[in-house]
């Protein structure tokens, strides 16, 4: 018997034990005996996932290698999931109830290694194939155990006993950000839900380590996932893709209209958003049409991706942004090379730092900071009045008085009159001049421009920051000025400026960018030097301080304002001292202090941070492992299929012809997506009517049902309002007329109420940051209250039974959920990046 086959039949034993850890309030004997002293202890379970990481890291990098290659590694995997088994297994004794969302992790990945051992036993080489395809696409957050808070972390801090005490709730806090995440893989068609889903992820996952103290492997593996795929997914809207349309429809359009570019755009997108769906046949089809398209080539080589990625920084950062870094890099360069090499170490950092593919690493890193940071910056309407002045002649006395060409005889009295027999000859000719009185005219209109708040960059200008952390660091300030550039050209509706400045152990000038021609000169500067020095994080924040009020004295209409330290330094902080600063500057304006730590943490701003946020202030802390910032310079992060390809000088081609073409080598693979894509809907309506017929012969209400959330996508898409509206409606009803029967569904008690109440208040929160129409809103709360009751440890009936029965403790979270899933009015709408994104 093979290891392969040894190991299936032990996947067959551990089969029910999985099933079992997730459905049942029962435990072992000795578990159940032991779980006091597990408790008294503090354990917490010891989860890894090494072994199948290795596994799907295999199959990726050897799709079609030979089956004996794979056997010790799928027995390591099959071992490494009966441990992590055993531990959620103890961990249900411990909590007493069903670790639901490790039991789900748990069956995914028991779900992989079925996979991984038919495709390593399949007889058919292409049936191994595609099963080996399967595997590799894989994505690895989805292998990832779930969100933890950190023992050696939570036994420092004073209250974390009251975490422990609250620990079902604190596990529902945590499983949003992978519900989230599991939300944006599933969605497959429209792009602009699939970024928002993980830009909301980003801010819960943010959010949540700043409250708790969290497992640091978990959450730096999950922003690595956010990152990389936000980044994609920008890449791909650049090169022409439509968030708003269907996917398929887009690249039907694209063949009908001869437009390969477009076309390979769609396809990539195609190709990235069915990567690990369970949904076979659309990866099937995928992988069809980018065959079709970029052809059958089994390696990408690197200077096809290097391509792929310099075409991406033309198109997001636009092409002149791109020529003022390559200009500026390639003069110093040009002194480099003329210079004779000192051996100093400021001549050793500066030839490193600007040595050959430096363009091309500032550039890449330039498109990855927006996935890895959330930096504010936002465009908010704000009223503004304009003034036009003009002046104007009248017939009385005034301050002003000018002289104007006689225009008629009534001018004649107040002319200067040189020659009496002059004055016809010179008023026909328009040479006679006249004193005339002249009055200035104020015309002041309001109007609706659209402001940012006005941020101050603090760049750590240390000799520890050279290498990846330094270019980072100096594409987040390139590619912040190039959106300044792109708003303040899009015309003079647009209020917005920034201030940045580079410290070490003293703090340089603050340099003012409110133009566009100023944001390129700083680009060029920023491109072409190096800094170096100490770390003086205290004495830059103070500088920053003294800014922001000065700024506020020139312009009383500065109401927010931001300072972002981007910084590596452990460097001292006296934290009363930059409290107190920012107090006396913020007596009138909002100033918040927010820190970008890249490659170390400091502590206390850290805490810096958390105290703002404990006050409810607009704050964040971004910290970004090295590992993290060596793959955002050099392109690793996305290592997926290029999405542009280098096309030979050719003959303008026909736009007719090349549709003709194009239809004939991918039209049909085309068509059947466009086939599975109208099959998914119509499927999902079926089941939504025949839903409307049971309830109309039975004459009740009944939600335990499954698929809510993808009925509610369905109705968003087809803008049947009325009913999503009740659908709506009866998981969230009006606090003050909750049906009468959800009484009698079945019994509730406190607990059940105080999971159903942060539930709730994790839904609003992720619904106010995805956004969307009144009708997505409605069908985002939806979905993700399907994802979570689970994670409460409630049915459907238990949690329409909890409203009715503890509606005092639920109706601040209604109330709060129906204000945020309500129309906006246009006054209170908040211009934001993502309703702005054309502007970047």
């Known amino acids: ?185 599933g969605e497959l068609d429209v792009l602009a839900r699939r970024r928002r889903l993980f830009e909301a992820a980003r801010q819960v996952l943010l959010d949540t380590d700043a409250a708790l103290p969290l497992e640091l492997d978990g959450v730096t593996e999950r922003k690595r996932a956010i990152l990389a795929e936000i980044l994609r997914l920008n890449r791909l809207e650049s090169a022409g893709v439509d968030f708003e349309v269907g996917l398929a429809h887009q690249a039907r359009s694209a063949i009908a209209r001869g437009e390969l570019a477009r076309l390979r755009a769609v396809v990539a997108a195609l190709d990235h958003v069915a990567r690990g769906t369970p ?29 792929s990625f310099e075409r991406s920084s033309t198109e997001q950062l636009g092409d002149e942004v791109v020529g003022i870094v390559r200009r500026a890099l390639e003069r110093v360069r040009k002194k480099l090379d003329n210079d004779k090499p000192t051996r100093s170490v400021q001549d050793n950092a500066e030839r490193a730092h600007f040595g050959a593919g430096a363009d091309h690493e500032l550039l890449v890193a330039a498109l990855a900071v927006d996935g890895a940071f959330e930096l504010g910056g936002t465009l908010n309407p704000v009223r503004v009045v304009s003034e036009q002045r003009r002046l104007r002649r009248v017939a009385y006395p005034t301050q002003t008085l000018e002289l104007v060409a006689a225009e008629s005889v009534e001018d004649i009295p107040s002319a200067i ?26 015309e002041r209109t309001p109007r609706v421009a659209l402001s940012s708040e006005v941020r101050v960059f603090l760049l750590d200008g240390s000799g520890s920051m050279i290498g990846p952390r330094a270019r980072v660091r100096d594409a987040m300030l390139v590619a912040e000025l ?21 410290f070490n152990s003293a703090v340089r000038p603050i340099v003012k960018i409110d133009s566009v021609a100023l944001a390129e000169r700083a680009i060029a500067d920023v491109c072409s030097t190096v800094q170096m020095g100490g770390t003086d994080i205290q004495a830059a924040l103070l500088a920053a301080f003294d800014v922001v009020t000065r700024a506020r004295e020139s312009d009383r209409d500065l109401a927010k304002a931001q300072v972002v330290l981007v910084t590596d330094g452990d460097a001292p902080v006296d934290e009363a001292t930059i409290v107190a600063a920012r107090e006396l500057a913020s007596d009138k304006l909002t100033l918040g202090v927010s820190v970008v730590a ?4 400091n502590p206390a701003l850290r805490q810096l941070v958390a105290h703002q946020r404990a006050k409810g202030e607009r704050a964040f802390y971004h910290f970004v492992d090295d590992e993290t910032l060596v793959a955002m310079v050099d392109g690793s992060l996305d290592d997926a299929a290029p999405i542009h390809q280098r096309d030979t000088p050719a003959a303008p081609v026909d736009p007719k012809k090349l549709s003709i073409d194009l239809e004939r080598s991918c039209g049909d693979v085309v068509s059947e997506l466009e086939d599975l894509a109208r099959g998914r809907d119509l499927e999902a309506l079926e089941q939504i009517e025949s839903e409307r017929q049971a309830l109309r012969e039975v004459g009740i209400v009944d939600l335990a049902v499954i698929g809510e959330g993808e009925r509610a996508r369905i109705e968003s898409i087809q803008k049947d309002h009325g009913s999503l509206r009740r659908r709506y409606a009866r998981w969230f009803p009006d606090p003050a007329n909750i049906p009468a029967e959800y009484r009698t569904l079945e019994s509730a008690d406190l607990e059940d109420a105080e999971s159903v109440q942060v539930m709730l208040a994790s839904i609003v929160e992720v619904v106010a940051v995805v956004g969307g129409s009144e009708l997505a809103r409605m069908s985002d709360a939806i979905d993700l209250i399907e994802r979570l009751l689970p994670d409460a440890g409630l049915t459907p009936r238990r949690y329409l039974a909890t409203l009715a029965a503890h509606t005092t403790h639920v109706r601040a979270a209604l109330v709060a959920m129906h204000a945020e899933t309500s129309p906006k009015r246009p006054e209170s709408v908040d211009a934001s990046t993502r309703g702005q994104r054309k502007l970047r």
């Open 279 to 307: 949904t076979t046949r659309f990866a099937q089809l995928s992988r069809r049409a980018h065959a079709a398209v970029f052809g059958r080539a089994s390696e990408v080589s690197d200077e096809e991706r290097y391509a």
């Open 482 to 502: 190039a959106t300044l550039i792109r708003r303040l050209s899009s015309g003079d509706t647009v209020r917005c400026c920034l201030y940045f400045a580079f």
């Open 598 to 601: 890249l490659g170390t943490e």
């Open 1 to 185: 018997m093979s290891a392969v086959t040894r190991g299936l039949a032990r996947l067959e034993q551990l089969a029910h034990r999985v099933e079992l850890v997730g459905t049942t309030r029962e435990a072992k004997w000795i578990y159940r005996v032991a779980a006091p002293i597990f408790d008294r202890f503090g354990w917490r379970p010891k989860l890894r996932t090494t072994a199948v990481r290795a596994l799907v890291g295999h199959f990726r990098a050897n799709p079609l290698s030979q089956p004996d290659s794979r056997d010790a590694m799928f027995t390591e995997a099959i071992d490494e999931l009966e441990d992590n088994l055993v531990n959620v297994e103890r961990l249900a004794a411990v909590c007493r109830r069903p670790p639901v969302a490790h039991a789900a992790w748990l069956r995914r990945t028991f779900d992989l290694l079925v996979r991984a051992g038919g495709a390593v036993r399949a007889v058919d080489p292409r049936d191994a194939q595609e099963r080996a395809i399967e595997v590799a696409h894989t994505p690895i957050v989805s292998l990832l155990s779930p969100l933890s808070v950190e023992p050696a972390a939570a036994n420092a801090r004073e209250d974390i006993a009251d975490i422990e005490a609250r620990m079902r709730v604190v596990e529902l806090e945590l499983a949003a950000v992978d519900h989230l995440l599991a939300a944006g893989r």
């Open 417 to 442: 009159i040189e020659d009496p027999r002059l004055i016809v000859l010179q008023l026909a000719t328009g040479r006679l001049l006249a004193r005339r009185f002249v009055r200035e005219e104020v």
